[in-house]
């Protein structure tokens, strides 16, 4: 009996921990999780109560980081282990209190939903290509500016011998007693880089067919000091935040093959999905319809969209005229921005030497992401990004009838980003361009062959 009620409490604490991968980020704290999960606030308390402890891992890195701050630089969650990439700057020293003070409820929000991916990596499937080859590319080169860097690790694990040391935690404890590492207010961590790891966690979390790599380096230094990129603009909206919850649902519910095209979704039905209000779904709703990435019927009803010859033709017509522009101010990418292409890139080139379309396909919307980024277009990039969502839920509509050559994918953007190198401005817009065109005419044929399923009520 005893047994027994210990293994219902640690599920319970499992289900806490878990939470903040799977409510959005517009409504979270104690009470409403509490809420949602049906148990009481003091239950919720004790599941977090190890983040608020000092361990052996806190006071080593606390005497690594002497007089430093620690920052986040980069996340690699595999079946077997977890690990942070931690960067030790220049700023107030860490410290070594068991008591942290956040400067956000964002913050706190952030850094408990990536702490939660060491809980979620066993739902990544053992034969998943690995992603540390490119991963450790990513974070190579920032890492040989200057900065030390030290890896945290939930198991014992390899790393590359540049990284000034390594820290394995000794069970789920030490791992989540890193919330006040990353998160104490004299730390001067960088919230654009929790907020943008709290976004591709979630990303992830929704559809885990792999590893989740993931670098600041990513988020180019403009964009942090404008918020003019994606990472700044999405997640200091908590409107968008919940708008991207609310896409990324979809999609993984019309792959899952739960939704189609032309079904209805109600307020009511995304609401009790994501734990948030009808009311706070309903205006990312509109702004989704602004996006053009759902109708709003009456009864506030979303429509996935079916998608219909002219949107595609429209949608790859304006990425195609926009994408060259893009390509054309990414030549001038700094070392950050161009290093997170090259990570993109080897992304595509994994899943594409594994056979694996979807992903290949998914990967080229990110390398394409990137290299929005990468080009500085304050306005345009933005657009793009919207534009990515579009073909993101058109391919998730068309679902196993999409299977666009993997090879060609990767034939397309190596040769992409062999002219970014050369510095060819006029050869990376034309063959942007063409691999546009061709894309459009294959979606275009793959729309022409495919069959409308019955529209359901959910």
């Not at 148990?39 to 890195?61: C, F, K």
Request: hydrophobic content about 45%.
């Amino acid at each position: 009996m005893g047994s027994d009620a210990a293994q219902a409490r640690q599920e319970i604490a499992r289900e806490v921990l878990l939470a903040p991968l799977r409510m959005p980020t517009t409504k979270w704290s104690s009470r409403s999780l509490a809420e949602a999960l049906g148990i009481s606030q003091s239950r919720v308390a004790r599941a977090w109560a190890p983040m608020r402890q000092e361990t052996p891992v806190t006071r080593e890195l606390a005497s690594l980081a002497g007089s430093g701050a620690v920052g986040l630089a980069g996340i690699l969650v595999r079946p077997r282990y977890s690990l942070m990439v931690l960067e030790l700057g220049a700023g107030p020293p860490v410290g070594g209190t068991s008591r942290t003070v956040f400067s956000s409820p964002a913050v706190e929000r952030s850094i408990r939903t990536i702490l939660a991916a060491e809980l979620a990596r066993d739902r990544i499937p053992e034969t998943a290509p690995s992603s540390e080859e490119a991963f450790w590319a990513t974070m190579a080169r920032p890492a040989r500016s200057g900065a030390p860097h030290v890896a945290v690790a939930s198991a014992p694990v390899s790393v590359p011998s540049w990284l000034d040391a390594l820290v394995v935690c000794d069970g789920l404890g030490e791992w989540l007693s890193l919330f006040g590492v990353l998160g104490g207010s004299r730390r001067h961590h960088d919230p654009a880089r929790l907020h943008a790891a709290e976004s591709a966690l979630r990303e992830w979390f929704l559809r885990p067919s792999g590893d989740l790599a993931w670098s600041a380096h990513s988020v180019s230094p403009s964009d942090e000091a404008a918020g003019a990129g994606r990472t700044l603009l999405r997640n200091l909206s908590l409107e968008r935040a919940l708008a991207d919850e609310i896409v990324a649902t979809i999609r993984s519910a019309v792959t899952d093959g739960r939704l189609a095209g032309g079904d209805h979704v109600t307020d009511r039905y995304l609401a009790t999905r994501l734990h948030t209000s009808r009311a706070q779904v309903r205006s990312a709703m509109r702004l989704l319809e602004r996006d053009g990435l759902l109708t709003v019927s009456a009864g506030h009803t979303a429509v996935i969209p079916v998608p219909e010859v002219a949107d595609v033709v429209e949608t790859y017509a304006a990425r195609q005229a926009l994408g060259a522009m893009v390509v054309r101010a990414a030549i001038r990418w700094s070392p950050d921005q161009r290093a997170a292409v090259e990570a993109a890139l080897a992304d595509v080139r994994r899943h594409a030497v594994a056979g694996d379309v979807y992903l290949t396909g998914q990967a080229d919307t990110t390398f394409q992401d990137r290299l929005a980024d990468a080009s500085g277009l304050v306005r345009i990039a933005p657009v793009m990004h919207i534009l990515a969502d579009h073909l993101r839920v058109f391919i998730a509509v068309m679902g196993l009838d999409y299977a666009y050559p993997a090879d060609a994918i990767l034939r397309d953007d190596e040769a992409i980003h062999a002219a970014l190198v050369a510095q060819d401005a006029d050869l990376a817009a034309e063959l942007w361009r063409q691999k546009i065109a061709n894309a459009r005419t294959y979606m275009v044929d793959r729309l022409t062959a495919a069959r409308r399923r019955p529209r359901r009520h959910r």
